[in-house]
């Protein structure tokens, strides 16, 4: 591409409105952040360093309440004493501070944070969660930190960054029936790999990425991690508009949150995904994807549907729609999980959870389950499990004995109605 010396890419136009100055890729910068996110897993220690950043002050306060949000979504409800301790810890310092904590109720942070407009086009926010750069869906520069920095935050409001450097992935072509774009993202992590985009923004643009829906953008956003990304941003358009006005009053798309024309990308990568089949991510890493058709018949225990990659009530819908009233197959366990009480409620009324008891699965409330070996749904020695989540590592989901592989919810819906991997284009 060609460059000009005013030509920028989202990410620097993020950060030099967060920095109060004009920067570029590489720029150290000392930024403000707009919105926090913590949840009971990372909160605690956060918590922890705020107090001890701040031990020597007369008046302990974190720097804006109102830009902070506390959610429990990894250990809920409590499943020991310690998750207990901690969510009583939370609860005391939201209360303390002013600071909105959705507690137990809510769902998982990375889908509760954009459904109740807590996120904007050219937002910088922080999570002490890896797969905050979710938010990247709504066209913010979103990205996890660690608990001592969100301790800092907390204090300060302010954070440094090294500006990153934008790969931006151009990708064309209509996608085949039953694939989605958990295939997409799957197919963009396997070529790319596990380190291909370290430290930078990954920019997802092209025919196919405008026309998803702000449900599957997230899936798309949320696995930037997964190649190394520091966040992953799609540009704000009339879709995320529309979604962010039913959650914003009074909202209006700023046009200046995009990438100009010109802007200076470290790479540029074009996909036709027009024929892409189903991918599956295999054991013990995301970045080892194969087309469905080269580990099909693999068996299953069990099928986890749900987490904040894919846990909306589209995902869950197309699971309904493709099992119809047709059973589980034997000696499968399908666990499905909603991301939220929202998107739970929208599959209550649709008349999903009756027809997936029916058919022998198990429903659970809205939180993390079995990702990152949560507190129930987890596997045994020698067992294999699909997930429409968004890590397979060793002990990821239970025993490190056992085996993750990663698939859409279309092709876990198949799976889950033969006993073993399955292309959901035969069903």
């Not at 990821?396 to 279309?410: C, D, I, K, N």
Request: charged share 25%; proline share 4%; glycine share 10%.
């Amino acid at each position: 591409m060609s460059t000009t010396d005013q030509a920028m890419t989202i990410s620097e136009k993020i950060f030099s409105k967060a920095s109060g100055k004009t920067v570029k890729a590489g720029e150290f910068v000392l930024a403000n952040i707009d919105r926090a996110m913590t949840h009971d897993i990372t909160g605690p220690l956060a918590v922890e360093g705020f107090y001890e950043i701040m031990r020597d002050k007369e008046e302990k306060k974190v720097w804006d309440p109102s830009k902070i949000v506390i959610l429990f979504d990894h250990q809920v409800p409590a499943d020991s004493l310690n998750a207990a301790a901690n969510h009583t810890m939370l609860r005391k310092f939201a209360k303390e501070q002013g600071i909105i904590n959705y507690d137990v109720y809510e769902g998982v942070c990375h889908q509760v944070m954009p459904e109740k407009g807590h996120v904007k086009p050219g937002d910088l926010v922080v999570g002490s969660d890896s797969h905050t750069c979710a938010y990247g869906s709504l066209g913010a520069f979103s990205t996890g930190i660690g608990s001592t920095d969100m301790a800092a935050v907390f204090a300060s409001g302010k954070l440094w960054f090294k500006v990153p450097e934008t790969i931006r992935f151009e990708v064309n072509g209509k996608l085949q029936k039953n694939v989605y774009s958990k295939d997409v993202i799957l197919h963009l992590i396997g070529d790319v790999g596990a380190e291909g985009a370290r430290y930078q923004a990954a920019e997802y643009a092209g025919s196919t990425v405008r026309a998803m829906p702000i449900s599957e953008r997230m899936t798309v956003s949320n696995m930037a991690i997964e190649m190394g990304g520091k966040a992953g941003i799609i540009e704000a358009d009339e879709v995320t508009e529309k979604y962010l006005q039913e959650r914003i009053p009074d909202f209006k798309l700023d046009p200046h949150w995009k990438s100009d024309e010109g802007a200076v990308y470290s790479e540029v990568r074009e996909y036709d995904v027009s024929k892409l089949e189903p991918q599956v991510a295999c054991p013990h890493n995301v970045d080892n994807v194969k087309p469905v058709g080269e580990v099909e018949g693999t068996k299953v225990d069990q099928i986890f549907v749900g987490s904040c990659t894919n846990g909306r009530f589209e995902d869950i819908e197309v699971v309904a729609k493709m099992m119809g009233d047709e059973p589980v197959a034997k000696d499968v366990r399908l666990l499905i999980i909603p991301a939220s009480r929202t998107e739970y409620m929208k599959v209550l009324k649709a008349g999903y959870i009756e027809q997936f008891m029916e058919a022998g699965a198990i429903v659970e409330s809205p939180c993390c389950g079995p990702c990152m070996g949560g507190s129930f749904g987890l596997l045994g020695d020698g067992e294999v499990g699909l997930a429409t989540s968004n890590r397979n590592f060793k002990g990821r989901e239970g025993s490190p004995q056992s085996f993750v592989y990663l698939s859409s919810p279309a092709t876990a819906a198949a799976s889950a109605l033969t006993g073993e991997i399955t292309d959901p284009r035969k069903i």
